[in-house]
């Protein structure tokens, strides 16, 4: 794609970035047939090619974002299909990071629109704030149909049954390995995570230490920044984004580091991100240090699970049928799409996955809250598809999609190293007993 930007343009590194990016597209339109919000609306401008031409005429005429552009642009998942159909190498993730910082700096929302951002900015990256807001929501969910917006409603509606108690595992602290030690690892315990589902760091927690990984959880470490990234609001990303890279680096320069495992997939992929986000800042090299050993969990499991001393497989496993949905930022993202499965199959469970598996479930960060109308059809034809193969239970290795499809499913859902902790001798996971075998107080496992 031939570009027309001024020498002045670029200078800025961000407009310098678009413009590779945009000289590499040829405009061949293969993203348009893994590209969701396509699928659902049909319209070219919803489409990866069609944002950008959007982008290009926004970014090159250096403009006000317009009322038409920002639609379209905010419609995106960031699902980043369209970058593993891409044969020309477009990374779009990039571009429509630019985009949506360009739009959030330069055009003014309806007052509506710029209350909820503010609203989930800064709420969903503070574990305590969103506990709170939980519970509010958990209240008012009875009286969702009555509210007007239908953004209102599907925050309401997205306040689980059950609101876990804190768990004191994800306080800094370090988790010795059960077996002789191989891996000295920091886990990345998130923010929304930690209020809505503690389960999945306890299970992680668990899993690694019988795998004979000392397992830290860093002082200072938080959100990864990818709320507010995704909102363009880099100012507000960076800063979390920054605390993370201190935290980590002062791990590394002390007792030493051998991976940061990441078990939410959407954070996984900023993270993996940062040596990109601050390439022109001073935090560069750290930022790249940190990106270098940042790892899924099911990449550090996988590494572990060969020679384990402590097997994977368990009993439990047999007879289990377990549907496997792929979210997008570790498929598409990162470019994992067996480790997952390959663990599961390993530990004895029988892995299926549903028709159409490179297809967002709709949740994409805060996508489910702001553009209910799109993610509630992606939802329905996800969970179609996810119960189409009769399974025992579905796993994921994100919180988003999980809350996402278990609000819709009847069929069990949990995290990967739910089923992977349970089947090499940790408890049963407690969402396939509808909670019962939960405790009122989280257990510490050190």
Not at 237 to 257: F, Q, Y
Not at 387 to 402: K, L, Q, S, V, Y
């Amino acid at each position: 794609m031939q570009t027309t930007f001024t020498p002045e343009q670029l200078k800025s590194p961000a407009t310098q970035r678009s413009n590779e990016i945009l000289r590499s597209c040829v405009h061949c339109g293969f993203c348009t047939a893994t590209c969701p919000t396509y699928q659902v609306l049909g319209d070219e401008l919803d489409s990866p090619r069609g944002r950008i031409y959007l982008i290009k005429d926004m970014l090159e005429n250096d403009r006000e974002p317009d009322a038409r552009t920002v639609k379209h642009i905010d419609r995106c998942l960031s699902c980043l299909a369209c970058m593993t159909t891409c044969p020309s190498g477009v990374h779009y993730m990039h571009l429509v990071d630019h985009a949506r910082e360009y739009i959030e700096n330069r055009y003014t929302r309806p007052f509506s629109d710029r209350a909820l951002r503010w609203l989930l900015a800064r709420i969903l990256p503070y574990p305590m704030r969103f506990r709170v807001a939980l519970l509010g929501a958990k209240i008012g969910r009875p009286f969702a149909r009555l509210m007007p917006d239908a953004r209102l409603r599907a925050m309401l509606e997205m306040a689980p049954k059950v609101i876990p108690p804190v768990s004191r595992n994800d306080d800094p602290q370090t988790f010795q390995a059960e077996t002789p030690r191989r891996k000295r690892v920091a886990l990345m315990t998130g923010c929304a995570q930690k209020a809505l589902n503690t389960d999945i760091n306890d299970a992680t927690i668990r899993l690694l230490t019988r795998l004979g990984c000392e397992v830290v959880v860093a002082q200072g470490a938080g959100c990864c920044g990818a709320l507010t990234h995704h909102m363009g609001k880099t100012k507000e990303s960076h800063a979390t984004a920054a605390r993370n890279i201190k935290a980590w680096c002062a791990e590394m320069d002390g007792g030493g580091l051998d991976a940061i495992v990441i078990n939410t997939s959407g954070c996984g992929t900023t993270v993996k991100d940062y040596g990109h986000m601050f390439r022109n800042s001073p935090l560069a090299a750290d930022a790249a240090r940190v990106s270098t050993i940042a790892k899924d969990v099911s990449e550090v499991l996988i590494d572990l699970a060969n020679d384990a001393p402590a097997p994977l497989v368990g009993d439990v496993a047999a007879g289990m049928t377990v549907a496997y949905h792929a979210a997008c930022s570790l498929q598409h993202g990162q470019q994992i799409k067996t480790f997952p499965k390959d663990l599961l199959k390993k530990a004895g469970f029988t892995v299926v996955e549903p028709a159409d598996p490179h297809l967002c479930c709709g949740s994409a960060g805060t996508y489910n809250l702001m553009q209910p109308e799109i993610s509630k059809q992606l939802k329905e034809r996800k969970v179609r598809t996810l119960e189409a193969r009769n399974p025992d239970i579905i796993a994921a290795g994100n919180i988003g999609c999980m809350m996402q499809i278990g609000g819709a499913s009847s069929v069990p859902i949990v995290h990967t190293v739910e089923l992977l902790d349970w089947a090499s001798g940790g408890p049963k996971p407690p969402a396939l007993d509808g909670e019962k075998s939960r405790k009122d107080d989280i257990p510490r496992l050190r």
